[in-house]
């Protein structure tokens, strides 16, 4: 098997390094180049990350270097920007592989890049986030690689999926502003037909570089309502060993929301440890739940009274009946099988090598 010199490139200046990971926690974008990194290094490619490093160093066979340090002049195989078009405007890379990594639903000038031939790859993690970009970019169809996140399969485990799940406990986990509001103003309704639920939130805007402080007062409103209902604990930034453990222990992942997810890493992550979601029928979270099979999602105007009562009925309706979660949480593993970031990368390597033929 031919060796690969791959480079990824995130210039947001947002200061990050892999001990970041398993420490104080990243945010979805930056804990998957960490762990896709590692898994085609551990397939043997060379694999350099340039970006705000906290500490330069070789992490798990990954070289992490200095934004400033970038040669495009070296020889490398495929050169990767994560998320921004500005790499490839202020670089000239001789690289056959020249691509993008989309991890937004928009990426203005996308269409030039294109037909100018600076970028010739397109990387989306799902078809909702290519459809998205499509609406207002033209990219030339051999272009795209239409590919998908994956889960930590060194930490969502056989060993974990066999705790025990908490009795009608209940898991928000995802950002803040995704929904958490929402929750909070149908949780005291849900807790008067469950009187045992237990409702557990995490996610901070400190996964993203923001202090907790800060965190704090964006979402104070929010938090303080959170002190006002019952059986609610919120932990806002935790470890990924704590934050895996509370999603194999919940029954379910609720999560009303009217953000465009173009993927969602926390529902996968909450499947591989067998625990269902209930959502909105919107963006990629059609990509991620089978209504009715491993979730329910709700198709109904986010802001309207109508959604929050088919929200609290679904949510109520799973926790009183045994049958539909057993039926659900084998129906959540099964969907997250082999979606660990061994076999994305093993993706990622076909899809090169057979470009660069």
Excluded at 317 to 331: G, P
Aim: aromatic residues 14%.
């Amino acid at each position: 098997m031919e060796k690969l010199k791959i480079a990824f490139i995130y210039s947001k200046r947002f200061s990050f390094y892999p001990p970041d990971y398993l420490g104080r926690g990243l945010g979805g974008t930056e804990s998957t180049l960490v762990l896709l990194a590692r898994a085609l290094a551990k397939l043997g490619h060379y694999v350099e990350v340039y970006n705000c490093c906290f500490k330069d160093g070789v992490y798990d066979g990954v070289s992490w270097k200095s934004l400033w340090s970038i040669d495009q002049n070296k020889k490398i195989d495929a050169v990767i920007s994560l998320r921004l078009l500005e790499t490839f405007k202020e670089y000239k890379f001789n690289s056959p592989i020249r691509a993008v990594w989309i991890h937004d639903e928009a990426l203005q000038g996308a269409s030039q890049l294109d037909k100018n031939g600076d970028v010739n790859m397109w990387i989306s993690v799902s078809n909702t986030q290519k459809e998205f970009i499509e609406k207002k970019e033209v990219i030339q169809p051999e272009n795209w690689f239409v590919t998908r996140n994956a889960f930590d399969e060194e930490i969502y485990t056989d060993t974990l999926r066999k705790i025990k799940k908490v009795k009608n406990q209940v898991i928000y986990c995802s950002a803040p502003d995704r929904g958490l509001k929402s929750l909070f103003e149908m949780w005291p309704q849900i807790k008067e037909r469950i009187s045992d639920a237990k409702l557990m939130v995490t996610g901070s805007f400190a996964l993203w570089g923001v202090s907790d402080e800060e965190n704090n007062r964006i979402f104070k409103g929010i938090y303080d309502k959170a002190f006002k209902l019952k059986d609610v604990t919120v932990f806002q930034r935790l470890s990924k060993y704590e934050l895996a453990k509370l999603q194999a222990e919940s029954e379910v992942m609720l999560y009303p929301t009217d953000f465009n997810e173009m993927f969602c890493i926390s529902a996968l992550e909450c499947f591989a440890v067998s625990t269902p979601i209930i959502s909105s029928r919107k963006a990629a979270m059609i990509e991620r739940v089978k209504d009715g099979e491993n979730g329910f999602l709700i198709d109904l105007s986010y802001k309207s009274p109508a959604y929050k009562k088919e929200f609290i009925d679904k949510a109520c309706y799973f926790l009183e009946n045994q049958s539909i979660k057993d039926i659900f949480s084998q129906n959540a593993l099964k969907v997250s099988n082999k979606m660990n970031f061994e076999q994305l990368a093993r993706e990622w390597e076909y899809e090169f090598l057979k470009r660069l033929k």
